[in-house]
């Protein structure tokens, strides 16, 4: 990530504490928040008004799941950068992210330091396909 600008982030995620706790850790990190989301529906269509750099985004929700959230957004944003966000610790859950086109998941139990390392490496790879012609 470039130190003279901010990347912009989407958070969605229905927990209203995994949102700020993030928040608060992604600014302090450097990156910029500009939206929120509680639900996947919402998320969609924050992304689609936003285009965020990166959008961090839940699995389990309700209105929409995460992995239909996902598809959605990618069916008209082919060249976004999705995280998934998960409690679970399955790599089932993991393939199925990766399977429908998230550039990385992210446990929530994870430390401060590893989430800002995969968000940023995350990113990092993301330029660095986008870039190939």
Known sequence: ?????KNTVLLIDDDFAIRM????????????VIGEAEDGREGVELHNALKPDITLCDIEMPVMHGIA????????????????????????????CLLAGARFYINKSSTHADIIR???DSWNDHQKLMAIP
């Open 21 to 32: 706790m993030f928040r608060k850790l992604l600014e302090e990190a450097g990156f910029s």
């Open 118 to 120: 995969i968000i940023r």
């Open 69 to 96: 959230a996902l598809k959605t957004i990618l069916a008209s944003f082919p060249t976004s950068c999705v995280i998934m966000l998960t409690s679970v610790n399955h790599p089932e859950v993991w393939e199925d």
């Open 1 to 5: 990530m470039k130190a003279d600008k």
